[in-house]
């Protein structure tokens, strides 16, 4: 199985950026669809991104378009999230995981439908 590490956050203030990356271990990540997700305390899991295997297809929350990108390496085993203009409602716990058996070009949104999670990354946005 894969065995997925975040890392990248941090405390930075508004407006600012941070790129999180996600570093899979144990299997070949182009095997993976590769979604962000994040906790706020008190709030239920959000969705925050999503790339195909191929890196093709990606999409996004509506509370995080324009500002953030995903991106992947597939030879370096690794997905990036690079979050711009960033607003204290960004702050959260943010997670990557992922999804064994999906096609090339599937982008998946729900996190229930994702086999292996990270431990997630405290990103925190003062204002």
């Known amino acids: 199985q894969v065995q997925l590490v975040e890392s990248g956050g941090g405390l930075v203030q508004t407006g600012d950026s941070l790129r999180l990356v996600c570093l899979a271990s144990g299997r070949t990540l182009s095997n993976y669809a590769v979604g962000w997700f994040r906790q706020a305390p008190g709030k239920e899991r959000e969705f925050v991104s999503t790339?195909?295997?191929?890196?093709?297809?990606?999409t996004y929350g509506d509370s995080v378009k324009a500002r953030f990108t995903i991106s992947r390496d597939n030879d370096k085993n690794t997905v990036y999230l690079q979050m711009n203009s960033l607003k204290p409602e960004d702050t959260a716990v943010y997670y990557c995981?992922?999804?064994?058996?999906?096609?090339?070009?599937?982008?998946?949104?729900?996190?229930?439908?994702?086999?292996?999670w990270g431990r997630g990354t405290q990103v925190t946005v003062s204002s």
């Open positions: 995981a992922a999804k064994l058996r999906a096609s090339q070009i599937t982008i998946v949104r729900t996190a229930a439908e994702y086999d292996y």
């Open positions: 790339i195909s295997r191929n890196g093709d297809h990606t």
